[in-house]
């Protein structure tokens, strides 16, 4: 039998499946990582309970993450009959009435919906909201709707489709699509794809390799770990056609330990789809055979990048090394080896079914295509957004991420994880595609995006993703070793008030030399952080060195706690009780003031006090030892 | 009789063996460049000193010249603003991590430290950046001809080059991560303790202070 009869069999097969499984009530519950932390086990075994409690024929199934990660637990109903709706946070008690009120007496409970999935008269839909206007999925778009444990349910929704059109293609025309798509790596770099193949598959040498990168050790960063516990097979069909092109016979997926819900995932994603002859000899009656391997990765932020990869995967500390030579030309095991990110594979069976026009038609010219981003920090709706590039950072973090918690102020949104940049309020309009970061002084990076408010206090924010780099950095090169020890060791002097003014310049002459002279990508890019903060926020620098004074009020040394008397009662003492220093005293008028000597910093007292009175405050610079706490004069003050 | 390429370093033209790398070469030729991590017979250089840099006619920034292959028609300059300016910050760098006081060192005046500071007019002081080594690591004396001070090291991999593939002792070997890498035994032992069999010959090529021979030794020749 032919490729396409082959895979029309499958085909057919699973949606037949599907639709039998459509015609019942059906719940879905997101039991990725992010559900599961908010309590989806639970909420899933309640639903389980109350199903076989009320004997309904129901079926309840686990799906991966949506994106709304804010709205964990989150469910999916669909009933005929009814619109499918998305019901988010649901608790135990909110599962037990779906299925009382809604699958057993017909309510479907629109108090607990957040959005339904497809257009109906009853309820808004997603694309409804600014969210979902903005939004556009491509790789997202069947996270947290699909079985990732059951082939069939991708099988269903057009997948492997890209590979059995593949498997009768030539290897350098899809190459071609690819490189015509402009699709650029989303691993950090924006590498083209397409260039990328090719060169592996000119490169001298063989067997050649694939690996697909999953390390993901930006903190903050859980895009690819959504995707490796939604829709693996998105990712391993992306896989296999990045081997049919370079034609390579052996794939890796480099996963990082800490995911041991996704390494479940992927390796009974690889059993199924051996079993469905997807993946193994001669797939789906072709003549081409490649399998694929899981390796789990041991934990260093470093060990994402390719060549430390490479070496880790050989068994070796996982230490970086010069390039070049590429891993196109020596890769592992010193042939060549394509090496691509959980994102990148994932676009790949979509542009081949719908052709670089398609995908090119999203996006910018440079850059066209999706974003993934993880929305985190002062942001009202944390979780997983897929834009078009080219979508501004204001539409971002206020349309897709409702704006900023608690009424307070943006300040800067740090982007692209710990080696990207933090842009201030006037870079709100920059269309978010990897040149216009880039030129901002930030990168697309992983995708992290960590929103900022007048709080943060930027030095901090700095020193924060320096200390994270400098710990990471595996020592090789004398760079990264030792300059972004060095570096850190001014930015703690900094935020201790310990600064002089001479070592702003200091920072910028040490960040450019590190950035020109590391070995490898970390050390040239862990200074960005300072160089924007500096750039951006040098007045934050200087006024915690020339003035000792923190504008965020966040700096501990920098700071005071003091009671304002205008607003403290003589009738609640609920701040003395919370202060674990007895640092809080009750002057003869029965108002409430604190011993700047006993004082620990630690923001008891600030918690503790009751909102109507609000009169425990920080002020920078701090307070002199034993003054009274009335002169707190023109300091910035919260 | 292999075939020759012809270079340019800093104005003068010279014919180097072809396949050769440009840091060899250029040493070769007599044109000094600062280096410390590069050993002749290792295929791939670690590149991890990261002090000999140079820049390309053709490439946009300084790259150190142990990575690059000679090739017909290049032209080289040893010292720009920018390479002076790398080598400069990279050798405080390493200052910064290392006990100085060279008048108590056995290897005053046979370090490479103090020949790259000569060399380019460096200071063998710290003056910009901060002191990094505020905790001196234990000296090891363990072996019986030579000592280690890990505060003398810098990293250089040329003890460990010997141990693994002239002596093939599998000795000693990069330990621990980030800041804390050094040269050690495996499970930081003392070298008296691990399977080191004290031949020497990791001595013979630190290039600074680290592995010295016990005095008594060096009288006997
Ligand atoms: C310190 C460091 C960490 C990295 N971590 C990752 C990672 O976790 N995942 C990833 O895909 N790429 C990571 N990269 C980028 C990879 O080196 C490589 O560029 C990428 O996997 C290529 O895939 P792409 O072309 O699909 O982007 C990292 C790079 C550096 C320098």
Redo the contacts between chains.
Sequence with gaps: MSVSQNFADLRSAAIEKLEAIKEKPLILVGTATCGRAAGALEVLNVFREEVSKHQLDVQVEEVGCMGHCYAEPLVVISNPGFPTLAYGPVDEGTAQRLVSDYLVNGDPCYEFAMAALEPNDEFPTFEDFPRGVIEKKIILRDCGLIDPDDIDHYLAKDGYAALAKVLEMEPTAVIDEIKDAKLRGRGGAGFPTGVKWEFCYKAKGSPKYVICNADEGDPGAFMDRAILESNPHQLIEGLIIAAYAVQAATGYIYVRAEYPLAIERLQNALDQAREKGLLGDKMLGSDFSFDIKIFPGSG?FVCGEETALITSIEGS?GLP??RPPYPTTAGLFGKPTVINNVKTLSYIPHIMRQGAEWFKSIGTENSPGTAVFALAGKVVSTGLAEVPMGTTIRELVYDVGNGIKDEKEFKAVQIGGPSGGCLPESSLELPIDFDSLQQGGAMMGSGGIVVLNEDDCMVEIARFFLDFT??????????C???T??ML??LTDITQGKGKPEDID?LQ??AE?IK????CSLGKTAPNPVLTTIRYFRDEYEAHINEGRCPGLMCKELISYMIVPEKCSKLCDVCIGSCPTEAIYTRPDMLKAIHQDKCFKCNSCLVACPPQYKAVIRVSPPLEEQTEAEEGGNADEQ | MSSKVNITIDGEQYQVPAGENLLWAALDCGVYIPHLCSIREKERSDASCRLCFVEIEGIPNPVTSCTQEVREGMVVKTRTPLVDRLVKTGFELLLSDHKLRCGKCPKNRQCELQKIAKERKLKLKLTRLRPLLTEEEPVDDSAKTFIYDPNRCILCGQCIWVDHHKVEAGAIGFINRGFDRKMGTFGDVSLAESICTQCGECVKVCPVGALTFKVEEVEKG
């Excluded at chain 1, 400098?470 to 760079?479: L, P, R």
């Design positions: 260093a500390t090394s010069h400098q710990k990471e950095s595996c020592g090789k090169c004398t760079f070793r030792l300059g020890k060095q060791e001014i200091l002459e040490l030399d020109l002279g590391s070995l």
